[in-house]
């Protein structure tokens, strides 16, 4: 199990033990963090699972591919920071990443 | 780079950026709707792959839209149950077929939402693959050959398969009624499934088809892309036309193959000043000549009504027994079925 940290859109921090193998929009929706849908189910389809990854971690993240980036540029609100937590993958590489998700939209 | 981002550099060396479309909202209204329109103890569908999927003879691809008609995905699954089918129904967002994407110009992630989906398919082992959903089937025949397998290639349409498998000695119930099927021709795909439907009906005592023309004007199905190619105003003159023409013919009510021609007649029907015909699926009548228990057609009921506080009392044992949130399901209901 790997700590990741979601922060929501109001600032609270949601510190969750998350499943080896899970991606993040697993995880988030496992355990109901705020911000993160997964309308299409986790197939880079959507953008419902956008978040924005702390600074310090988005080097170290594998990056993203060509299909996210494709989706990415059709999400609202996205900034360098942004990712699709669909397209995330939980490793122990992962202990301590910082992530925050966006505030809902209307 | 995909095809999306191949766009003319503008003044200052800035890319523009595709116009954004809420897929999430698109999606979320697909999800929200087949929630409180079915069953709240039974879902008919798979909408989540399993972890370890199991080998099912038949995969039958539902497609995202059916389901906000869940009587008509609910139906075929009685039917097909009811015939001695080994199946896996897949449907729902996450079997999207990617032609929401490709119609705004997405094409790279609709080919990618199809690949997945494909990949889906392929997790059961099937046989066979049964294809419901005119708009997946037209992506398909689009999508780059490198993403198709043996088993998409080689799929049947459902109408076809329950010609072949509904044996005349399962209808043991009388529909006595007399009907005019809404039916598109012109393509080898409409008319085989045309055919097929009115084989199976042949079967169904009692029951009386009247000839009416076929559509010919909207390709393959009443989707809500084609109807917007087509022009709202001029599909709704071209339905007032050819209602009349049923009523004229004799019908009683107007079948629906496709669940998007039942969801637009169903819609559009509302404004007519003669009047509206009962729009019944054809699954459900098969259902009901079968001994199956009728699967209720809410959106025609909610459609009818137009009230969103009603439909929302309605729909609220799903909302409670499915944790639907309040404010989620009522956008859901007004943006389906207020009156304009």
Same mark, same amino acid.
């Not at chain 1, 609202?76 to 360098?80: A, E, I």
């Given at each position: 199990m790997t700590l990741i940290t979601f922060i929501d859109s109001a600032g609270q921090q949601h510190g969750v033990e998350a499943e080896d193998g899970a991606t993040l929009m697993e995880v988030a929706l496992r355990n109901a963090v705020?911000?993160?849908?997964g309308e299409c189910g986790g197939?880079?389809?959507?953008?419902?699972c956008h978040l924005y990854v702390a600074e310090d971690w988005i080097a170290k993240l594998p990056p993203a591919e060509a299909m996210e980036l494709d989706m990415l540029d059709l999400t609202?609100?996205?900034?360098?920071a942004s990712r699709l937590g669909c397209q995330i993958f939980v490793t122990t590489?992962?202990?301590?990443l910082v992530v925050t998700t966006p505030a809902p939209r209307d | 780079m995909s095809e999306d981002k191949k766009a003319p550099d503008l003044p200052g060396g800035a890319v523009p950026k595709p116009q954004p479309y809420d897929y999430a909202g698109h999606f979320a209204q697909v999800r929200t709707m087949a929630d409180l329109m079915r069953d709240p103890d039974e879902q =008919?569908?798979?909408s989540t792959m399993p972890a370890q999927p199991e080998h099912h003879q038949f995969v039958v691809w539902l497609g995202c839209n059916v389901i906000r008609t869940a009587h008509i995905a609910e139906a075929l699954n009685d039917v097909l149950r009811h015939a001695g089918a080994d199946f896996v129904a897949l449907g729902g967002p996450n079997h999207c077929c990617g032609s929401v994407h490709q119609n705004k110009g997405a094409k790279t992630i609709g080919d990618n939402m199809l690949r997945q989906t494909i990949k889906r398919f392929e997790a059961f082992t099937p046989e066979r693959m049964l294809n419901w959903c005119p708009s997946c089937d037209t992506h398909l025949r689009k999508a780059?050959?490198?993403?198709?397998t043996e088993t998409v290639k080689s799929r049947e349409t459902v109408t076809t398969f329950l010609a072949k498998v509904l044996?005349?000695?399962?209808?043991?119930? =009388?529909?006595p009624m007399t009907v005019a099927v809404h039916a598109h021709g012109g393509t080898p795909d409409e008319d085989a499934d045309s055919q097929a439907l009115r084989e199976i009906f042949s079967r169904i005592p009692g029951l009386t088809v009247v000839d009416v023309p076929a559509v010919?004007?909207?390709?393959?199905h009443c989707s809500d892309n084609n109807v917007r190619k087509f022009g709202d105003s001029p599909y709704k003159d071209a339905l007032a036309g050819w209602v009349a023409a049923a009523r004229a013919a004799g019908a009683e009510r107007i079948v629906s193959i496709y669940h998007s021609c039942h969801r637009q007649l169903v819609l559009m029907q509302r404004d007519l000043p003669s009047g509206a015909m009962e729009i019944v699926n054809y699954l459900s009548l098969i259902a009901r000549s079968l001994g199956l228990p009728e699967r209720e057609d809410r959106f025609s009921r909610f459609a009818a009504s137009g009230d969103v506080d009603a439909i929302v009392a309605a729909v609220s044992p799903n909302i409670e027994k499915l944790g639907i949130d309040q404010d989620r399901a009522r956008k859901a209901m007004a943006k389906q079925f207020s009156k304009p």
């Open positions: 705020p911000g993160i849908i197939s880079c389809a959507c953008g419902s609202f609100d996205t900034t360098p590489e992962l202990a301590g | =008919a569908w798979t780059p050959a490198e993403h198709l044996r005349p000695d399962l209808f043991t119930i =009388a529909v010919t004007e909207i390709p393959r």
